[in-house]
Nanobody, 126 residues
Framework: QVQLVESGGGLVQTGGSLRLSCTAS????????MGWFRRAPGKEREFVSA????????IYADSVKGRFAISRDNAKNTVYLQMDTLQPEDTAVYYC???????????????????WGQGTQVTVSS
């Protein structure tokens, strides 16, 4: 098993930046593909970004492509989400998740992830 703890959320103005972190404990972090998801008030959870075990493959939702960047540091057991040019529609609770499947490519499908963090709130004011 792995335990995930997100941090770095907060309140920011439109156009600002935040960097989210998700630190894992338990099994070897490098065994997992990692993803970020978010849930806005009154909406369903949506995929944001994901990264392969070694960090060489990344995927993004169209809504964040060019503004967000996912990365990982396996030595620190941490995955990051750098969020730039934030917009009010980015307001949500952001969750990191771990996928332990053997497939090499990261996935957008939330149902494929095995472990989830508790989430961190990101609020973008207009």
């Amino acid at each position: 098993q792995v335990q995930l703890v997100e941090s770095g959320g907060g309140l920011v103005q439109t156009g600002g930046s935040l960097r989210l972190s998700c630190t894992a404990s338990g099994r070897a972090f490098s065994d997992y593909k990692m993803g970020w998801f978010r849930r806005a008030p009154g909406k369903e959870r949506e995929f944001v970004s994901a990264i392969s075990r070694g960090g060489g493959l990344t995927i993004y939702a169209d809504s964040v492509k060019g503004r967000f960047a996912i990365s990982r540091d396996n030595a620190k057991n941490t995955v990051y989400l750098q969020m730039d040019t934030l917009q009010p529609e980015d307001t949500a609770v952001y969750y990191c998740a771990a996928d332990q499947s053997a497939l090499p490519t990261p996935t957008r499908e939330g149902g494929r992830y095995d472990y989830w963090g508790q989430g961190t709130q990101v609020t973008v004011s207009s």
